[in-house]
């Protein structure tokens, strides 16, 4: 499955609010693997495990949260497991 196709269908029979939740945790899941494909590419930092990139996710997606991505609270961004 493609990234499109795999985007649309998460988005599908969500209500407008939802989609645009998904639209943003697409988009931060998107920027983290593709700084984490640079820093490998062009070796400007250490090589992540899976497990190191999914918590940049979480820590980057509550940056976002903070500075009002206020589409991710849609989706309960931030977890309870991430709060203070």
Do not use: Y
């Not at 196709?5 to 988005?11: A, G, I, N, T, V």
């Not at 640079?38 to 903070?66: C, H, Y």
């Amino acid at each position: 499955m493609e990234i499109l196709e795999w985007w649309l269908r998460l988005r599908h029979g969500r209500g407008k609010f939802k989609q645009k939740g998904i639209d943003t945790v697409v988009m931060l899941i998107i920027w983290c693997v593709w700084k984490e494909r640079n820093g490998r590419v062009f070796g400007s930092r250490p090589e992540k495990t899976v497990g190191q990139l999914i918590d940049l996710i979480i820590m980057e997606g509550d940056l976002w949260a903070k500075a009002s991505a206020k589409w991710l609270a849609a989706l309960g961004w931030p977890s309870s497991a991430t709060q203070g």
